[in-house]
């Protein structure tokens, strides 16, 4: 394989700048001429690209978003976008593809190979980790730190008010940014998708930990529940304490990647590509134990998430 294209597409995620710059670097390192495709497949559809070398990935690990930018693309779905994405990978020789994204990116990617024969490796980049070939996906890690570092803000003000704080974070189907975040932070309750809860419940623990000499209580919501405002609002309507909703929102998308999602970039970024110089195409690489892995891209996306309910269970058990 001698011409390659990397893209990123749907939501924007901490550590996608450390995968291109791996990407980009282990093309060049096999030979392989790269080329960067602007604002996901809508720039394939538009021809959008641009010629990369390893100097055009300097010092790029660092930054949050991504360098090519990202964009939904809804005219992927019909027969006519797909015929100028493939005919824009003809025009420019490009025989492989690297996709960094999610499901949805990578469904994309499967098409392209199936229907056009164009080899595609796909990179899980989405804050949600909600794919559960992998054990993390890239930009996880970073937003949930920095929903760390918000709760832990707002509990010194919460505490100095000695009010209730609901905190909306993201995660519409999937809840582990306010898992996590909940049992890093300390939270008093942690409200997710895959969980019941009983609001009267969660009103009398307010209201046993206030008699007990608490000042404050935390309540972590993620947004596939409901908004944070409107859970706030039922809080109010249960307990006497003055109760305050804040919502995180695309603060989580943004920021300098932690130490876990660089490396975790650098590491998929270089799998990615090695497979694409070895002949592979149609597969995911992810994250098991620690060990880079790679599935067939059908497989990997009609794997189920599992809730992991033994974490949710410390989390019960440990908040008061």
């Known amino acids: 394989?001698?011409?390659?294209?990397?893209?990123?597409?749907?939501?924007?995620?901490?550590?996608?700048?450390?995968?291109?710059?791996?990407?980009?670097?282990?093309?060049?390192?096999?030979?392989?001429?790269?080329?960067?495709?602007?604002?996901?497949?809508?720039?394939?559809?538009?021809?959008?690209?641009?010629?990369?070398?390893?100097?055009?990935?300097?010092?790029?690990?660092?930054?949050?978003?991504?360098?090519?930018?990202?964009?939904?693309?809804?005219?992927?779905?019909?027969?006519?976008?797909?015929?100028?994405?493939?005919?824009?990978?003809?025009?420019?020789?490009?025989?492989?593809?690297?996709?960094?994204?999610?499901?949805?990116?990578?469904?994309?990617?499967?098409?392209?190979?199936?229907?056009?024969?164009?080899?595609?490796?796909?990179?899980?980049?989405?804050?949600?980790?909600d794919l559960e070939y992998t054990d993390y996906t890239l930009g996880f890690d970073t937003a949930v730190n920095t929903c760390i570092d918000a709760v832990d803000k707002l509990r010194d003000t919460m505490e100095s008010h000695e009010r209730v704080a609901v905190v909306e974070v993201m995660g519409r189907h999937c809840g582990d940014i306010a898992l996590y975040t909940g049992l890093a932070t300390g939270a008093d309750t942690v409200v997710l998708p895959e969980a019941p809860y009983d609001i009267g419940?969660?009103?009398?623990?307010?209201?046993?930990?206030?008699?007990?000499?608490?000042?404050?209580?935390?309540?972590?919501?993620?947004?596939?529940?409901?908004?944070?405002?409107?859970?706030?609002?039922?809080i109010r309507s249960l307990v006497k304490y003055d109760v305050r909703a804040t919502n995180i929102g695309h603060i989580q998308r943004g920021g300098m990647p932690t130490m876990a999602d660089r490396v975790l970039g650098a590491r998929l970024g270089n799998r990615a590509v090695t497979l694409l110089h070895g002949g592979a195409a149609n597969r995911v690489v992810g994250i098991r134990k620690n060990e880079i892995v790679d599935f067939d891209i059908i497989e990997a996306v009609s794997m189920k998430k599992r809730f992991d309910s033994k974490l949710y269970e410390t989390l019960q058990t440990i908040s008061m």
């Open 1 to 129: 394989m001698k011409r390659i294209g990397l893209l990123t597409s749907g939501g924007d995620a901490p550590g996608m700048n450390a995968a291109i710059r791996a990407a980009v670097r282990t093309a060049v390192h096999y030979g392989m001429e790269v080329y960067g495709v602007m604002r996901g497949y809508a720039g394939l559809i538009d021809d959008e690209l641009v010629p990369m070398d390893a100097g055009s990935v300097s010092n790029i690990a660092s930054r949050g978003g991504t360098i090519l930018r990202t964009a939904r693309c809804l005219e992927l779905l019909e027969k006519e976008g797909q015929d100028k994405a493939a005919a824009t990978l003809r025009k420019y020789g490009i025989e492989g593809l690297v996709v960094i994204g999610g499901d949805g990116s990578f469904m994309g990617a499967k098409m392209l190979t199936e229907q056009y024969g164009v080899s595609t490796i796909g990179i899980p980049g989405t804050i949600d980790n």
């Open 201 to 234: 419940e969660i009103a009398a623990r307010i209201e046993k930990t206030r008699a007990a000499g608490k000042h404050c209580n935390i309540i972590i919501v993620a947004e596939g529940v409901m908004s944070g405002e409107a859970f706030a609002e039922r």
